[in-house]
């Protein structure tokens, strides 16, 4: 069955850079999440988008920015990179359903963003 | 703000015992806790979730249970493998106005099963 697909998987930038990671949601899915995590955390949450709308908003510094595109496809733009942005970043996607059924989320891989 | 505890942060065990895991939540309109297995630089991977209207569920080795009154879900690996440790987390999800979901997770407990 088709995944959550994220790209690239690892990246290396230099402080006060700028750097884009996407991510490809399963299929029908309607539903994006970003999440950061750093060594040893647990994933914090940063961003949500819902047919392209954000429906969420967690932690994400006024630096980094993020869309969902028509075809649901999603990207983190994340500008003046600082050394505490290395971290492993990953993109989740459900399908919304009723509110009483709760909706599972499934992880892609993740992006390994290392900041020198 | 809302937010999810789980204790213990780190287990070790005998293999072939059992592991429990618990998580607390605060908000009260949270209606779904998957549990999320997750190995050294890999993507976080569901092992079993439960709805707020369900008590228990189990899978093969792997039982989790609700409280929703205490506000209280645990994770009961039975017959424990060394295959099993990892770490792993909770995580409680609640409705928002726009029809999606808030997931907030818990600290995560490092799971070490000693063969």
């Known amino acids: 069955a088709a995944g959550v697909i994220q790209s690239p998987r690892h990246l290396i930038k230099e402080k006060r850079e700028t750097a884009t990671l996407k991510c490809y949601p399963i299929?029908?899915?309607?539903?994006v999440y970003w999440y950061q995590q750093g060594p040893g955390q647990d994933p914090q949450f940063l961003i949500s988008?819902?047919?392209?709308?954000?429906?969420d908003k967690g932690s994400i510094p006024d630096r980094f920015s993020a869309q969902q595109f028509s075809d649901y496809h999603s990207e983190l733009n994340m500008s003046s990179l600082e050394l505490g942005d290395s971290a492993l970043y990953f993109c989740?996607?459900?399908?919304?359903?009723?509110?009483?059924?709760?909706?599972?989320?499934?992880f892609g891989e993740g992006s390994w963003l290392t900041v020198v | 703000g809302e937010n999810v505890e789980q204790h213990p942060s780190t287990l070790s065990v005998q293999e072939g015992d059992s592991a429990v895991i618990k998580c607390t939540y605060s908000?009260?309109?949270?209606?779904?806790f998957p549990w999320y297995k997750q190995e050294l630089g890999k993507r976080p991977q569901l092992i079993i979730d439960?709805?707020?209207?369900?008590g228990e569920k189990k899978d093969q080795r792997i039982a989790v249970t609700l409280n929703k009154t205490a506000k209280h879900f645990s994770l009961h690996i039975t017959e424990t493998q060394p295959e099993d440790s990892a770490v792993y987390f909770c995580?409680?999800?609640?409705?928002?106005?726009?029809?999606?979901?808030?997931?907030?997770f818990g600290t995560g407990t490092r799971l070490k099963v000693l063969a």
């Open positions: 299929p029908r899915h309607d539903t």
């Open positions: 908000d009260s309109a949270s209606n779904y």
């Open positions: 439960i709805r707020s209207n369900v």
């Open positions: 989740a996607s459900s399908l919304r359903r009723g509110r009483d059924s709760g909706n599972t989320i499934y």
């Open positions: 995580a409680a999800s609640t409705p928002l106005a726009s029809g999606t979901y808030k997931y907030i």
């Open positions: 988008f819902y047919e392209k709308m954000q429906s």
